[in-house]
């Protein structure tokens, strides 16, 4: 529901409770607006500039995948509409192989699709829509540099160099990945914390339109898997696409000159060095240096009744999921859920949030890790082909019974933890042989052997290992909490 200016306007008298959202990123700005339809004196405290009037925006990835759990945490506060009108709908995959083939393989049915969106834009969206409730106040300039768990007292510093210092009752720690909130958390007892950098890196390269026309199927996100290094396009509203090349830093070292970035793509992705453009390309690849990835996990969320941490301060996940904004986003739908049932209690409400998050969150990182290890391992175009129509096929004879995990990820909000209970379960259904009957077989196997005659003598000799692979999935303690 969107509020009116009056109802909006109502916070200012309530003299309600002084809540600080530190970090105006996407998880921050979102939140703003979650605490501020709630009627709190809200202060969002963003180290940077006001990125509205900024010329430069420096920054991790420029477009993002948003799905349902986003969408939905978008839509509590009348801003799903806004943000999906300046969205790519993406129906499908396209699966590119290394000879330049594309293969399509849609999410789901025709309602089941992905958003690309600009994520400056989303920023300023939420920001601007933050600032619409005269409860709040954006503080940019305010880099957080200590404050005290019993006291609540902040301090800021300022490019000039002064500092500020200012109390709240309640401090939101959304400052991201390496958040300055969380150290306090790193002193105190019993705070569990993990954090693991992966070999690759991730570099992004921009594919201009051509004759004023996208240089490939806009709606698409857009995948050439190989194995160590994987490429993935999503589409923008100016008729680019953003191309991020993930690859282990070892790799990326290796490459010096401009003919050796034209060599790796004529290797690897040869379709794209006419759509980028090889003098782009050899520029474009020395522009930035390779950016590391790193997913964090720590619990608890809270200290007390003062602090909680959310977003990327909570939960840096690999992006091999496309869910870290998502996570945090839905992070508020939670928290806002706990709000409503504790009669904003934050004393009830904080261990609530910890008890019932930490698990969903702790999940969706080790499932985009486990993805990162999977596709690392052996994911080249024709598995990743392969696996995917053997996911659609289960789902299509039962779809009540095979839910592929994608898309209780993606396009629905089970809890992650639960989505990966139900998938250990389904994969043991599928294991006992229940789909092995011979009409599953006969079906399976017949419209896959059809389909992928060619492709089935390359799988042959390691066939029973893929299969194994396929139902098993041996790879004890990498889904459940390692804390
Ligand atoms: P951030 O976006 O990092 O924002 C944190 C904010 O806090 C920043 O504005 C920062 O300036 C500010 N800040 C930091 N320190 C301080 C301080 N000391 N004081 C004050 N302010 C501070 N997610 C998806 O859902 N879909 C995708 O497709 C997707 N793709 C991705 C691709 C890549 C390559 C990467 C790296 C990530 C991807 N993600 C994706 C994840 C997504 O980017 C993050 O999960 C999301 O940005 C988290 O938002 P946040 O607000 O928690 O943190
Ligand atoms: C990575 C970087 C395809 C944006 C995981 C799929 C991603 C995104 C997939 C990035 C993949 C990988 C899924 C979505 C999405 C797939 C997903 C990954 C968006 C399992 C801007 N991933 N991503 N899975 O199914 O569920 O299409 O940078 F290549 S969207 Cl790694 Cl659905």
């Not at 690849?285 to 007390?304: E, N, W």
């Not at 806002?336 to 969150?361: C, G, H, I």
């Amino acid at each position: 529901r969107v509020l009116t200016d009056m109802e909006k306007s109502e916070g200012r008298q309530t003299g309600k409770k002084v809540v600080a959202v530190v970090g105006g990123g996407l998880v921050g700005a979102l939140n703003a607006c979650y605490f501020a339809k709630r009627g709190f004196n809200v202060h969002v405290y963003e180290s940077r500039e006001d990125i509205r009037k900024a010329k430069i925006v420096k920054g991790r990835s420029i477009n993002l995948a948003l799905s349902h759990r986003g969408r939905q945490a978008l839509k509590r506060v009348g801003m799903e509409d806004k943000i999906i009108s300046k969205g790519i709908p993406m129906h499908a995959r396209m699966i590119h192989s290394l000879s330049g083939k594309q293969s399509p393989i849609p999410y789901g049915k025709k309602g089941q699709y992905i958003l690309s969106v600009d994520r400056a834009n989303l920023n300023k969206e939420l920001l601007t829509e933050a600032e619409t409730y005269p409860n709040t106040k954006l503080n940019f300039d305010h880099k957080l540099q200590d404050w005290s768990a019993d006291t609540g007292l902040m301090t800021f510093s300022r490019t000039d160099g002064s500092k500020d210092q200012i109390h709240a009752d309640l401090i939101v720690g959304c400052d991201g990945a390496f958040s300055a909130i969380r150290k306090q958390f790193l002193r105190r007892s019993r705070f569990n914390y993990s954090q693991t950098y992966i070999p690759h890196g991730y570099m992004e390269l921009t594919m201009p339109p051509i004759n004023g026309e996208f240089a490939m199927k806009p709606n698409y996100l857009h995948i050439w898997p190989r194995n160590t290094f994987m490429m993935i396009a999503l589409p923008n509203l100016d008729k680019t696409f953003t191309c991020t090349l993930f690859m282990p830093f070892e790799d990326f070292e290796k490459i010096t000159t401009g003919d050796e970035v034209i060599q790796f793509f004529q290797n690897y992705f040869p379709d794209t060095i006419p759509l980028i453009g090889a003098e782009a390309l050899k520029k474009d690849y020395f522009r930035l240096p390779a950016q590391a990835m790193v997913s964090v996990k720590c619990t608890p969320y809270h200290i007390g009744e003062k602090c909680v941490l959310m977003g990327d301060a909570a939960h840096a996940v690999v992006p091999f999921y496309g869910q870290g904004m998502n996570a945090g986003f839905e992070d508020c739908i939670v928290f806002d859920e706990l709000m409503e049932q504790f009669n904003e209690d934050f004393s009830a409400v904080l261990p609530e949030y910890t008890k019932v998050r930490v698990p969903d969150d702790h999940a969706i990182a080790d499932l985009a890790m486990y993805n990162y290890v999977e596709m690392r391992a052996h994911v080249n175009s024709k598995w990743f082909l392969f696996r995917k129509h053997v996911d659609n096929v289960l789902h299509f004879f039962l779809p009540k019974t095979i839910i592929p995990l994608y898309t209780m990820v993606t396009f629905t909000r089970i809890p992650y933890h639960q989505a990966v209970e139900r998938w250990h379960w389904q994969n043991k259904v599928i294991n006992r042989g229940l789909l092995l009957s011979a009409a599953g077989a006969a079906l399976g196997g017949s419209y896959l052997l059809t389909k992928y005659s060619h492709q089935m003598s390359q799988l042959a000799v390691p066939a029973e290992k893929i299969w194994s692979r396929l139902v098993t999935f041996r790879i004890p303690g990498m889904i459940t909490t390692q804390m």
